[in-house]
């Protein structure tokens, strides 16, 4: 069934569909209509679940998690200064392998207090241990909502995920979704029954006092999850698609085949991005593009794969590792011979500044006629 | 692993033998964390009137709900809450190393 639905709306009717036992949210602008309509889904009886009123995004998470040990299905949401409010249980939820499913709205971080769309608070949650995702449009939110679950809540992951959308630019934009099959789903996503939650009839302890002789066995354990996340969100992808005829992976690449210039990109960008270069094509520019939808795990495989074929590859950010670079740029250099690459890292869109297809030229431009690069700062006012 | 009593000591040579979280590891069965306290609560008998309070506020918890209640000298850190909460004045302190 199609509806139009604001990429909040997407979120929140994903995970309905994904049958969640609890949420626990507290809300935050631009996330705020997704725990507006779940609470009235909740309310009218169309979702069995326990929504939790909390008092802070730190008491979701911490509510979230405890709901997730105790054996329900949780979803959360937030944005921004609320996600960076639950950093302590963000690494909680991970450590604690709990397959908990959080939207995040990408807006920026204050000061200057900004509503408006921007990855610093999802990147600052990198090295965390949660698989993170960025979606390029309303489609891909709520699909991303569902393949999340099942790919979290397989045994060999058991990691959460953050499905990131951009603010406004998703958050609030209506567009056509195609909600799916309900018995689909349900087979698709199993009842999540995990191995280890919390059991008053089998007492253990959860998260307890973990001395140097085990802490680092759980750590290297983190790391072969996230490497088993790898394969699997490939599989579920391919049988996601099979089911309901969309396919998901890792990355999604547009045009490359004959391309001489590659444009690196995600989130809403990235839509914007393939527009560019259907329009610079036409002008006799060879370029074509790569969405990279996973910062983590990321896809060091794929990519290199892809860049492999491209001596010029132009990689935009809407974020900055300050001191350093953009934050996917500097992930896609590590998987890159530098000697064989021109690479060109540009920052663009931060705090919400639009990102036009006329930025996206100019940026291939600089590709063709500049030297490399590693931090271009596309349209700022010296 | 999880399936074990918690009162059996768990043997772990590698990560193979590990759950993907810190669940049931029995670390705290040997990791007694009592050796820092300075002082001692001791339960006297004959005053106490097994309202149960002093389990109940124990943060440990170290207090054990027998009748009468016990304190578990391997966990029991010495804070001094149930002393402060029983309402019969049926919990003294001693000075530890006396």
């Known amino acids: 069934m199609k509806k139009v639905l604001t990429g909040n709306f997407a979120a929140a009717y994903g995970a309905t569909a994904a049958r969640v036992h609890v949420v626990a949210a507290y809300p935050i602008t631009p996330q705020t209509t997704i725990v507006e309509i779940l609470s009235e889904i909740v309310a009218d009886g169309l979702l069995k679940a326990d929504f939790i009123k909390v008092e802070s995004e730190h008491s979701a998470l911490a509510a979230s998690i405890g709901a997730q040990a105790a054996g329900a299905r949780t979803f959360t949401a937030t944005s921004a200064q609320g996600l960076t409010l639950m950093h302590e249980l963000i690494h909680w939820a991970a450590r604690g392998r709990l397959p908990i499913v959080m939207a995040n709205v990408n807006r920026a971080m204050a000061p200057g207090w900004s509503i408006w769309a921007d990855v610093t608070d999802s990147i600052s949650q990198r090295d965390t241990g949660w698989m993170q995702v960025y979606c390029e449009n309303n489609q891909e939110v709520y699909d991303t909502i569902l393949l999340s679950y099942r790919i979290s809540e397989h045994k060999d992951v058991l990691l959460p995920t953050l499905v990131n959308l951009d603010a406004f630019f998703l958050s609030h934009t209506s567009q056509v979704v195609d909600l799916r099959d309900q018995d689909k789903i349900d087979s698709f996503i199993p009842p999540y029954n995990p191995e280890y939650k919390l059991d008053i009839k089998n007492p253990s302890s959860f998260g307890a006092l973990t001395s140097p002789e085990h802490y680092y066995e759980f750590s290297y354990k983190m790391q072969c999850a996230q490497e088993n996340a790898i394969h699997i969100i490939e599989e579920t992808g391919a049988e996601f698609s099979r089911i309901f005829g969309k396919s998901y992976g890792l990355t999604e690449s547009y045009r490359c085949d004959d391309a001489e210039h590659l444009l690196v990109s995600y989130g809403t960008i990235a839509g914007t991005v393939k527009e560019a270069v259907d329009r610079i094509r036409n002008k006799g520019v060879k370029a074509g593009a790569l969405k990279i939808r996973y910062f983590r795990p990321f896809p060091k495989k794929r990519v290199r794969e892809i860049c492999s074929n491209f001596k010029s590859i132009g990689i935009i950010d809407r974020a900055v590792s300050y001191g350093q670079a953009g934050p996917f740029f500097t992930e896609v250099k590590s998987v890159l011979d530098k000697e064989k690459h021109q690479l060109y890292g540009f920052i663009a869109g931060l705090g919400g500044r639009d990102v036009s297809i006329t930025d996206i030229e100019a940026m291939i431009h600089t590709m063709q006629s500049k030297e490399a690069d590693d931090l271009i700062w596309i349209g700022v006012k010296r | ?98």
């Open chain 2, 1 to 98: 692993m999880s399936k074990k009593k918690n009162t059996d000591k768990v043997i772990i040579t590698g990560e193979k033998d590990m759950p993907p979280m810190p669940a049931s590891l029995g670390s705290m069965l040997s990791n007694k964390t009592a050796s820092w306290r300075s002082i001692r609560p001791v339960i006297l008998v004959e005053k106490c009137t097994r309202c149960m309070i002093c389990w109940k506020y124990c943060p440990e918890p170290a207090i054990l709900p027998t009748d009468p209640p016990t304190i578990d000298y391997d966990y029991c850190k010495g804070c001094g809450i149930c002393i402060e909460e029983c309402p019969f004045d049926a919990i003294e302190t001693e000075k530890e190393g006396k």
